[in-house]
């Protein structure tokens, strides 16, 4: 069974910084692109980041270009989000998502999401 | 990046009813596109790709249409499982984009 699995969720002040983590299970975590998605309390999702399966390629929205990182441990069958210079709005639930394979960029399986607080 | 626009926002409907709801892209995206349901404090879940294309073990009520900039969500007969948030979701280019989301609540 597909299994994704977020921390690092909490509270953060503005301009603060913060790792997410995904740990993922039940499927060859190195074949599959991988994403973070977000969702603000109370209003839609909004997509973050997206990572190749080798790391070799990142794509990123631009409200968090140049402040977050996504990376990626295939031995470790993980996934991270590391967030810096953190703002109000950054606050939201976010989730880790696989890209289904060979089908473009859409997710077939989500983790429960970590919600993730900026504020002084 | 290309917008994209759901409507209604929220729809109230009955068990039983044809529900439909509708996608708006601001440029072509041709058939690049898909629709989640959402439920509240859940992660959302993939049921439609590529405009048309059912998603493993999602119910035949459910169907997709389209291209270009515009497409529909169809729910056949809506089920009391069935009320939840819809979004689309565009993936013809960077960055990925979704709709805003539209509620199907009981009537």
């Known amino acids: 069974e597909v299994q994704l699995v977020e921390s690092g969720g909490g509270l953060v002040q503005p301009g603060g910084s913060q790792r997410l983590s995904c740990a993922a299970s039940g499927f060859t975590f190195s074949s599959y692109w991988m994403s973070w998605v977000r969702q603000a309390p109370g209003k839609g999702l909004e997509w973050v980041a997206q990572i190749k399966q080798d790391g070799s390629e990142k794509h990123y929205v631009d409200s968090v270009k140049g402040r977050f990182t996504i990376s990626r441990d295939n031995a470790e069958n993980s996934l991270y989000l590391q967030m810096n210079s953190l703002r109000a709005e950054d606050t939201a639930v976010y989730y880790c998502a696989r890209v289904r394979y060979g089908s473009g960029s859409i997710w077939d399986h989500w983790g429960q999401g970590t919600l993730f607080t900026v504020s002084s | 990046d290309i917008q994209m626009t759901q409507s209604p926002s929220t729809l109230s409907a009955s068990v039983g009813d044809r529900v439909t709801i509708t996608c708006r892209a601001s440029?072509?995206?041709?058939?690049?596109l898909a629709w989640y349901q959402q439920k509240p404090g859940k992660a959302p879940k993939l049921l439609i790709f590529k405009a048309s294309t059912l998603q493993n073990g999602v119910p035949s009520r459910f169907s997709g249409s389209g291209s270009g900039t515009e497409f529909t969500l169809t729910i056949s007969s809506l089920q009391p499982d069935d009320f939840a948030t819809y979004y689309c979701?565009?993936?013809?280019?960077?960055?990925?984009?979704f709709g805003g989301g539209t509620k199907v609540e009981i009537k």
């Open positions: 440029e072509s995206i041709s058939s690049w």
């Open positions: 979701q565009q993936y013809n280019s960077y960055s990925l984009t």
